[in-house]
């Protein structure tokens, strides 16, 4: 493998990384998420095959993520929309650590296209 390729797959890689953080710190910055998965959308072409399922699975964290999001801030009105909006953070961490512990041991992430952890 070439110089150039080498530093193509750290850049990939650390773009990973970076998506999971930015995904994190969505949860107190919201736009934050929309840069994320738009950087996902944009590297997932370039990356190897397990990277590439890394950054699927961000693509439906997001997705996935703002349909929870959309749902408890409707059902807010009826306060259990408190309830998905705390159960959607937990959500978050969750798939993000597990995402970057598979990406430290540079493999797929655990369960890429389930909705849950």
């Known amino acids: ?3 150039e390729a080498v530093e193509i797959k ?3 890689e650390g773009t990973a990384r970076l998506v999971y953080i ?3 710190v969505g949860i107190a910055i919201g736009f934050t998420g929309i840069v994320a998965v738009i950087m996902a959308y944009v590297y997932r072409g370039d990356a190897p ?3 590439k399922s890394h950054y699927d699975f961000q693509i439906r964290t997001f ?6 999001i959309f749902v408890g801030v409707v059902l807010s009105m009826v306060l ?3 309830l998905i ?3 959607w953070v937990i959500w978050l961490v969750v798939r993000c650590i597990k995402g970057m512990k598979a990406l430290e041991e540079k493999t ?3 369960n890429a296209m389930g909705w849950f952890f």
């Not at 997705?63 to 929870?68: E, N, S």
Request: hydrophobic residues 50%; charged residues 5%.
């Open 49 to 51: 095959d397990w990277l």
């Open 22 to 24: 930015l995904y994190l």
């Open 85 to 87: 909006l705390l159960s």
């Open 80 to 82: 259990v929309g408190y």
């Open 108 to 110: 797929a992430p655990p």
């Open 63 to 68: 997705w996935i993520g703002a349909l929870y």
């Open 10 to 12: 750290k850049s990939t």
């Open 1 to 3: 493998m070439n110089q």
